[in-house]
């Protein structure tokens, strides 16, 4: 049994995202594969998906709805889950098969993406990560133990886990492409040409805006003096994959 694991907390992605997401996983696996939804609210979950609540972790309430909860994950036990497990955030298209996600480095406790704008640095995206449940529990407590400290030493979730964890291995680097840094036509051709998508992704991230609904249907939501520049023409293949 595989077991992919995602988050949902307040109300930035619909449900539609998790029920979206298991349609997708269901579609892109040749094995036995479960979707784990951690989250705050379970209404209008598809009853296949198995829903625990969020791990509880000690953060600042500022911060509560922010990409720090995902640190909750790193604690020595989750409930429900055991192993080696895949997170995907809820704002991925899976574009090919996540089988090769549990096989790749075997051994490895955490395996992530490269961050696509720091080539180089060792900093991970985690977006899409593999990781071995207690592997790195110092993760969770370094953290509880002095927060602020934390929070105003790392600018967000993934730098600290990059900086901090003791092993790290980086996913293949055509696996996991950014829609906006890997596919998205340069100014000014992004007006001109929609997005392409190689045969080599197997998922493809929406980091930030657009969602991928909204670049699906060629919307950019973005103050009006942006809009010279942030631009997405209609880009069926989404449409495709995210269903």
Not at 137 to 159: G, I, K, M, R
Not at 166 to 180: G, H, V, Y
């Amino acid at each position: 049994m595989q077991t992919v694991i995602c988050a949902k907390w307040g109300t930035r992605y619909s449900t539609d995202y998790v029920n979206t997401l298991w349609s997708m996983i269901s579609r892109n696996t040749q094995r036995e594969t479960r979707l784990v939804c951690y989250t705050d609210d379970r209404s209008g979950i598809d009853p296949a998906i198995t829903t625990f609540d969020i791990p509880e972790l000690a953060i600042p309430p500022r911060k509560r709805k922010s990409t720090w909860r995902k640190l909750a994950f790193w604690q020595p036990t989750l409930e429900g889950v055991a192993g080696n497990v895949l997170f995907l955030d809820l704002d991925v298209v899976i574009t090919g098969s996540i089988d090769a996600f549990f096989d790749y480095e075997p051994n490895a406790t955490f395996c992530v993406i490269e961050n696509w704008t720091q080539k180089g640095r060792r900093i991970g995206n985690t977006s899409v990560y593999r990781f071995k449940v207690g592997a790195h529990d110092y993760l969770c407590h370094q953290f509880e133990d002095d927060p602020e400290a934390v929070l105003q030493t790392f600018s967000n979730e993934q730098t600290y886990v990059s900086r901090t964890i003791t092993e790290m291995t980086f996913w293949p680097r055509r696996w996991c492409l950014s829609f906006k840094h890997d596919l998205l036509p340069l100014w000014p051709l992004n007006f001109l040409k929609p997005p392409g998508l190689p045969t080599s992704a197997r998922v493809v991230c929406f980091t930030g805006k657009p969602d991928p609904h909204e670049a699906r249907d060629g919307d950019w939501p973005c103050p009006w003096h942006e809009r010279i520049y942030k631009h997405v023409r209609p880009t069926p293949w989404i449409g495709q994959h995210w269903r």
